[in-house]
């Protein structure tokens, strides 16, 4: 069994359509993958359209929130939520409240770039942004690339976009307890993305991933292709010590970046953990609605 359980299509920030996606998983020898776009459940529909027999769809999105830190800060960090309910009120509000907050800190960033002289108009490529969808830096760099700036993504992230690098805008995004509760309510399941991707900037703490297991975290994304192997081995102490699940996922954004998929995979027994928690969170949300309701 070849489980990936991260990867995006052009609904968010991956350049496969959903339905490309499904079939480079299922032509990879991938049995299960989750499709975890960022802030949206927009490519669901299509990538279960497409399926192809054999392969197993995981309906899922990457949330992006902030977590406190213990130095009195507040550090950047990307949940994963699964198998919840895609009519979530609160998820969709948020959801769209982050898709515009994405598109004005990217028109800032490029403004910044413009100013400086960069061969970038900035209306136009806001203009050029996919409609509805959840536009990342990833959109800045392909810009920079079609602008003969920079030769590659990558580069484009190394010079300028990276989250300590000159053009680096901040966003609001949400925060990661309330994108847990949200995530529970809605009869998912959550799992904390990538944890320990220092080549991004600061990572959480552990103590503060101790709390978020205390407000209903389910897992952890131990093996990730930004992790290092010391940062995997004591990821996955602290899972065990806290009582959560690991996954391993390739977070494959197409070509957007050089992971291929199924480059790191789940263990069934997770995927089973994470399908019976999903299972009885729905029974628990569908209770706490019947209690509203009376
Ligand atoms: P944003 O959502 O605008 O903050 O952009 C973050 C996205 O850029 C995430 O999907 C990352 O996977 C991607 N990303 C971050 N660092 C790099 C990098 N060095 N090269 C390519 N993509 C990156
Ligand atoms: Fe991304
Ligand atoms: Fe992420
Ligand atoms: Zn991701």
């Given at each position: 069994m070849r489980i990936d359980l991260h990867a995006h299509s052009t609904a968010s920030d991956g350049t496969d359509t959903p339905a490309e996606l499904v079939a480079t998983a299922a032509a990879a020898g991938i049995d299960v993958l989750a499709l975890t776009d960022h802030d949206t459940t927009a490519g669901w529909a299509d990538a279960?359209?497409?399926?192809?027999?054999?392969?197993?769809?995981?309906?899922?999105?990457?949330?992006?929130?902030?977590?406190?830190?213990?130095?009195?800060?507040?550090?950047?960090?990307?949940?994963?939520?699964?198998?919840?309910?895609?009519?979530?009120?609160?998820?969709?509000a948020e959801q769209a409240r982050l898709r515009t907050e994405r598109r004005m800190r990217l028109l800032a960033m490029a403004q910044r770039m413009a100013a400086d002289g960069f061969p970038v108009d900035p209306d136009e490529f806001l203009a050029g942004l996919p409609p509805e969808s959840p536009a990342g830096r990833p959109h800045l760099a392909r810009a920079l690339m079609s602008a003969g700036v920079v030769g590659s993504v990558d580069e484009a992230f190394r010079r300028f976009l990276h989250n300590r690098g000159p053009y680096y805008t901040g966003r609001v995004d949400t925060d990661v307890?309330?994108?847990?509760?949200?995530?529970?309510?809605?009869?998912?399941?959550?799992?904390?993305?990538?944890?320990?991707?220092?080549?991004?900037?600061p990572v959480i703490d552990h103590s503060v991933i101790a709390e978020l297991a205390a407000e209903g975290l389910a897992g952890v994304e131990v093996d990730h292709p930004d992790h290092a192997d010391d940062d995997r081995a004591a990821l996955r102490d602290l899972a065990g010590a806290l009582g959560l699940l690991v996954t391993g996922s390739s977070d494959y954004h197409g070509t957007n970046k050089t992971v291929s998929l199924g480059q790191e995979t789940t263990e069934p027994e997770a995927l089973e953990q994470i399908e019976e928690l999903a299972a009885r969170s729905r029974v628990a949300a569908v209770t706490a609605d019947r209690r509203r309701v009376r």
């Open positions: 279960v359209d497409a399926l192809p027999v054999g392969l197993r769809l995981i309906r899922g999105a990457e949330f992006s929130c902030i977590a406190p830190d213990c130095r009195d800060a507040h550090v950047s960090v990307h949940l994963l939520g699964y198998l919840f309910d895609p009519t979530s009120q609160v998820i969709i307890h309330a994108a847990i509760r949200m995530v529970r309510a809605a009869g998912g399941v959550a799992v904390l993305a990538h944890a320990a991707a220092r080549r991004r900037g």
